[in-house]
């Protein structure tokens, strides 16, 4: 299975386009699972998708306060808007 997956990156990246396998593995990258990736092998899947679940879950509240932070830098006098946007349109109030 790597090696189809492996196989289409390279087809996807020369033609310059961006897979879902491409995004697939720019995600596991990013959340710090890049061995999962490399050796196709999560041990235990309730675990896994646990700490994937956890490690997005954290990543979103981050990049929230970073752009919270931001607006609030550019003296943006809503950025109320912004949260009150982004916590009814979460999964979690759906």
């Known amino acids: 299975m790597y090696n189809l997956l492996y196989n289409d ?8 386009i961006r897979s ?12 710090g699972f890049n061995h ?19 490690r997005l879950e954290t990543a979103f509240v981050d990049n929230w306060v970073t752009e919270l932070n931001q607006q609030l830098e550019r003296g943006s006098n809503r950025p109320h808007t912004y949260i009150f946007s982004v916590i009814f349109n979460s999964k979690h109030f759906c």
Do not use: A, S, T
């Open 9 to 16: 990156i390279h087809v996807d990246v020369n033609n310059n």
């Open 20 to 31: 879902w396998v491409l995004l697939v593995r720019e995600l596991l990258q990013n959340l």
């Open 36 to 54: 999962v990736w490399m050796q196709q092998n999560v041990g235990g899947d309730n675990m896994f998708l646990k700490d994937v679940i956890q």
